[in-house]
């Protein structure tokens, strides 16, 4: 099916009418007397996604229809591309959470689109207080290449990403094999040593996972991995931009020294989506979302329980303070983490890329979504 539609360019902010035909982009157009101040936009991306709205699915109940459910009210926010992350469990949960979502793709050729992969968090994590965040550390052991493997085959192929800490013995090898096996690694709730991170690099790692977060509270002031991979060029950095996991100052600072390098992602969990109000966590017992959408637990207001806010929200967030641009925080949300996916894919709004984008209201400080287009179908319309 042929069809366009017209707004301003979400960068140039000039009139253009965008052409779709099969799926993609087939031209983009310049036109005149465009009144309305629509933005087209790329879709969004989110490497990392817990769950949404009510549905989590590390959460052994979590059904195919509910992996469906999450992708349309994703796509409701814009997300027309998103990783579900399954973390550190036993192996029967990870693989049974795995089996659900590839299920669930294989099942639904749109929400087969629109999971391009699955993120596996842990459980090749650091057990260290700090780094080891709420990942249960009873199921936190060393790099097992055989049951990633068995892993995998649950997926059939579909995990695309593995956060894992180089600081076990055998890591290196490890990761040569899966970067081979063409999953990408990144590091995340790490405690190893500048060293380790050096040759984990050198073995093919290429992400570092929420820097900054999963994080000792205290830690040498020169010589950590905080540094060590903010310093290191070769590899990407995720990171939570919600206004409550970073502060302003160390994002100004990721955002500079990893420019050109840098992905949004939200680490969304079940929370995001809903009212404020108390709600019981499968970690952590009793939380709170209060109306900013900060999530606490209960017993321990100061400390966050995870991320509720979806990436447009992050977006919002990083215009609002002037962190950035909102052409460059789109970007980072979506041509951004194309692009660490797959250098030579064609990303953005330009023609023959995947017609998947989104038609946005800018107004005061509020970001509105009236359309999302998911692969050239219209999966979401105010
Ligand atoms: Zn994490």
Avoid at 53 to 65: C, L, P, S, V, Y
Avoid at 155 to 163: D, Q
Wanted: with cysteine; charged share 20%; aromatic share 6%.
């Amino acid at each position: 099916m042929d069809y366009s539609i017209e707004g301003r360019h979400y960068k140039t902010l000039v009139p253009v009418r965008v052409g779709i035909t099969g799926g993609l982009i087939s031209k983009i157009e310049e036109i005149n007397g465009c009144d309305n101040q629509t933005l087209i936009a790329p879709g969004l991306v989110d490497l990392q996604v817990n769950g949404f709205q009510g549905i989590d699915f590390n959460e052994a109940h979590t059904t195919q229809e509910e992996v469906r459910q999450v992708t349309q009210s994703l796509w409701d926010v814009g997300v027309t591309t998103y990783f579900p992350t399954v973390i550190t469990n036993s192996d029967e949960r990870i693989s049974a959470s795995l089996h659900t979502i590839s299920a669930a793709c294989s099942n639904d050729q749109l929400v087969n689109q629109t999971v391009k992969g699955i993120h596996l968090e842990g459980p090749f994590i650091s057990k260290d207080p700090g780094p080891l965040g709420a990942h249960p550390e009873a199921y936190v052991q060393g790099p097992n290449w055989d049951l990633f493997c068995k892993w995998q085959d649950k997926a059939e192929g579909r995990i695309k990403l593995l956060t894992m800490s180089p600081e076990w013995p055998g890591s290196v090898d490890f990761i040569r094999k899966c970067v081979e096996s063409g999953v990408k690694v990144a590091l995340g709730h790490t405690a190893a040593s500048p060293l380790q991170i050096k040759e984990a690099v050198e073995a093919g790692a290429s992400l570092s996972t929420h820097l900054g977060n999963a994080a000792h509270v205290m830690l040498p002031r020169h010589t950590n991995y905080i540094w060590e991979q903010l310093a290191n060029d070769r590899l990407w950095c995720s990171c939570i931009a919600d206004g409550f996991h970073l502060p302003e100052a160390v994002l100004k600072i990721v955002f500079r020294v990893k420019s050109g390098k840098c992905i949004l992602v939200s680490d969304s969990t079940k929370f995001a989506g809903l009212d404020e109000g108390s709600y019981q966590s499968p970690i952590g017992g009793e939380v709170m979302l209060d109306s900013q959408g900060r999530l606490s637990l209960k017993a321990y207001p100061e400390l966050l329980a995870g991320s509720a806010k979806p990436l447009l929200d992050c977006i919002a967030y990083l215009v609002r303070t002037k962190l950035l641009s909102l052409a460059d925080a789109l970007e980072m949300a979506s041509i951004k983490p194309c692009q660490y996916l797959n250098p030579s894919a064609i990303p953005g709004l330009s023609p023959g890329s995947d017609a998947d984008l989104m038609l946005l209201n800018q107004k005061n400080e509020s970001l509105t979504v009236l359309k999302v287009i998911k692969s050239g179908q219209l999966v979401h319309s105010v």
